[in-house]
């Protein structure tokens, strides 16, 4: 049986400070995401887990495998637990603030330049209601990049595309700093995106 485990932070609670502050860092990831992991836990244990081998992101690209009394509450916590996963490591901060390589030269074919990416991508992650996330996703039927949001803790997975780069706007990654003020967290937030990762990431699949 695969036991899911809250990951590591690569960097201290306090250290995307002034973007991020310690406190909601350390509620988000000792609170928020350990409670994906153990709803991960949880559910894949009442479908009996060994049937289900795989990473969760393979799950989640095949939720239809899953047994249909789990199937609703893996793709909110294995979501959850994935989504998570990918944000950490998104995240840095010593970052130069800009894309390179073949993701630099993608975002320019896609959105024309990295400053009508940032727009649209901002503007998508202030239209979500209520709670959810805003995406840079790969799409490999037509092999080319996209924003997309989803709702709650749905991944690009369930829907066979790779996310790449992805942005919390739960009310619980921001309120203790910034209140309702979701703009200005958003504006915040690129100051510490690893593009250097995210560049990676890109790379390994294009
Ligand atoms: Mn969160």
Request: hydrophobic share 35%; with cysteine; glycine share 6%.
């Amino acid at each position: 049986m695969v036991h899911y485990e809250l990951p590591r932070l690569p960097y201290g609670y306090d250290e995307l400070e002034p973007f991020i502050d310690k406190e909601t860092m350390q509620i988000h990831h000792k609170k928020h995401h350990q409670s994906y992991v153990d709803g991960l836990n949880k559910s894949l244990e009442s479908i009996g887990g060994d049937a289900h081998p795989k990473y969760i992101s393979a799950i989640l690209s095949d939720l239809n495998s899953v047994p249909e009394s789990a199937r609703s509450t893996i793709n909110f916590f294995g979501g959850g637990f994935e989504n998570h996963r990918l944000f950490w490591e998104t995240m840095n901060p010593k970052n130069d603030g800009v894309p390179g390589g073949k993701l630099e030269d993608a975002i320019d074919v896609y959105f024309d330049s990295f400053d009508n990416f940032k727009k649209i991508f901002s503007e998508n992650a202030l239209s979500i209601q209520g709670s959810g996330w805003c995406w840079l996703v790969f799409n490999p039927t037509y092999n080319k990049i996209e924003i997309m949001t989803t709702s709650n803790q749905t991944s690009p997975w369930t829907v066979q595309k790779t996310p790449l780069l992805g942005l919390d706007v739960w009310e619980h990654a921001y309120y203790l700093k910034y209140q309702n003020r979701r703009p200005e967290y958003v504006q915040n937030w690129w100051n510490v995106v690893n593009w250097d990762y995210v560049g990676n990431r890109f790379s390994e699949l294009a």
